[in-house]
């Protein structure tokens, strides 16, 4: 049902809409930007009015138009919800809708630039540089997204160096050469414009910013734990699993492979031979230690084999991600809570033949190690995903 009012009252700009559009839900939340006082802290810092998070149906097979109508269901309820959660307030003037995987592809570039003669260094310059660059790697994944189809949901510069050394702003500046470390992230047309469709139904602004998820949660973990400088940062969804670098403060490569969550629930079904609704529920069940002995038995031995083919496939990506520097110990990572322990344990217990030390040091991103950073209202779900990405468009709405 579509709410016609809110296209004409006046919006609060001091508001925004969050989405979180993962592989297995869809979470939103109304917060605001211009913040509260926490107890542990003098400055001001988002505040979380409301929060809703609906489930994307299991998916047999990851087909593009089924699982993209599910989430878009998803997407649908939890935007009503919320918008009921906040029916009092005038609505929210922003909206920050930040994918997961596989909703983007996202990749770390290195851009050349090398003229015989000196060049102005301008926003304008380095955005044409960006978009060259850009037409290039639509090109390159011409395999994966026709080109005709790939969205650019960001593009940020993350290091500049002019005539080999770094540059905070070389603006104004004059050089030969410059070389430019850049992220961007694409998705694709139909998935963009489909997630404006369903917003449209129950909110409107002018105002969105599209993102992805690892780099919001680059952005906010650096900020919570600036001694930092180098770390792993993980995001484990229903299907997929996104692994990225940083080093020496910068998001140096981000990887996946298409197994998260539902891997270990899809192994259960196929052993048990029992529909996934059920195989989810014997797979809560072990995670909280309700089944019977024998049956508890069983199922370990299916978990224990994914447990194995998991790592392995973290460790794939770490080698991938190896070749662009070397991998830190310090791992940051988020996930549902219910299989907080189970991968907090494969990640610490990982020998990665990438690391140093062979030592692993996992940290559990949930509303604990953000609550001085979030201030919330009673009764308010405390969701990890969601208070990341506050703290991440609280801080983009700060620099404006």
């Known amino acids: 049902m579509v709410f016609s009012f ?24 109304i917060v605001s930007l211009e913040g509260k006082k926490s107890i542990l802290k003098t400055n001001k810092v988002p505040h979380v009015f409301a929060t809703n998070r609906e489930t994307i149906p299991f998916q047999e097979t990851l087909s593009s138009a089924p699982f993209l109508s599910a989430m878009n269901h998803a997407l649908e309820r939890s935007l009503k919800n919320i918008q009921k959660k906040t029916r009092s307030r005038r609505p929210p003037a922003h909206i920050y809708c930040t994918l997961s995987s596989p909703w983007f592809i996202s990749k770390t570039r290195h851009i050349q630039i090398s003229r015989e003669t000196s060049f102005k260094v301008d926003e304008k310059i380095l955005n044409d540089f960006l978009d060259e660059d850009i037409e290039n790697l639509k090109k390159e994944l011409n395999g994966t997204l ?50 404006e469709r369903a917003i449209g139904h129950f909110f ?6 599209f993102c992805s998820f690892p780099l919001a949660a680059y952005s906010t973990v650096r900020d919570i734990f600036p001694e930092k400088k180098n770390f792993l940062f993980i995001d484990i969804t229903g299907e997929a699993t996104d692994i990225s670098l940083i080093s020496n403060d910068l998001l140096i490569g981000t990887t996946s492979f298409a197994q998260g969550k539902n891997f270990f629930i899809r192994a259960i079904s196929s052993e048990f031979k029992t529909p996934h609704e059920e195989a989810a529920t014997l797979f809560g069940m072990f995670l909280s230690n309700a089944l ?30 190896a070749k662009e520097t070397q991998i830190p110990n310090a791992v940051y990572f988020t996930c549902d809570s219910d299989v907080a322990t189970l991968f907090l344990g494969l990640i610490d217990n990982l020998k990665s033949e990438s690391l140093a030390n062979n030592n692993f040091e996992a940290k559990y991103i949930d509303h604990f190690a953000v609550a001085s950073s979030v201030t919330f209202n009673p009764s308010v779900v405390r969701d990890p995903f969601l208070v990341i990405e506050a703290l991440f468009a609280f801080k983009l709405n700060q620099q404006k």
Request: aromatic share 2%.
């Open 6 to 29: 809110l296209f004409s009252e006046k919006q609060d700009d001091t508001l925004a809409l969050l989405i979180d559009i993962g592989s297995a839900s869809v979470g939103t939340a």
């Open 204 to 209: 409107h602004t002018k105002s969105m910013h």
């Open 292 to 321: 019977d002995a024998k049956t508890e038995e069983a199922v370990a031995t299916v978990v224990n084999k994914g447990h194995t083919e998991w790592s392995t496939q973290l460790e794939k990506s770490l080698i991938t991600l």
């Open 146 to 195: 026709t080109v005709k189809d790939i969205a650019v949901i960001e593009k940020k510069i993350i290091q500049m160096k002019l005539n080999g050394y770094e540059i905070k702003n070389p603006l104004g500046k004059t050089t030969p050469q410059i070389e430019i470390i850049s992220n961007v992230s694409l998705s694709s047309d139909r998935t963009i414009e489909s997630i």
